[in-house]
């Protein structure tokens, strides 16, 4: 089964947040929450969201 997985440092955050859903349609969620409430982002501007992404893995296990 695949996963994504997301790490805030991955995209240069001083932050230890890391979160893991089964597709990215459940993971962008957790990810906008995070970003909201840990790092008072109202809106993901687009260049972030680009990081986002960019940055979000994808395994198998
Ligand atoms: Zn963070």
Do not use: Q, R
């Amino acid at each position: 089964m695949a996963k994504y997985s997301f790490k805030c440092a991955d995209i240069g955050m001083d932050c230890g947040f890391e979160t893991k859903a089964s597709t990215k349609e459940e993971l962008m969620p957790l990810i906008v929450n995070h970003a909201k409430t840990a790092h008072n982002m109202n809106e993901i501007p687009p260049d972030v969201a680009k990081k986002v992404e960019s940055a979000i893995k994808k395994s198998f296990f």
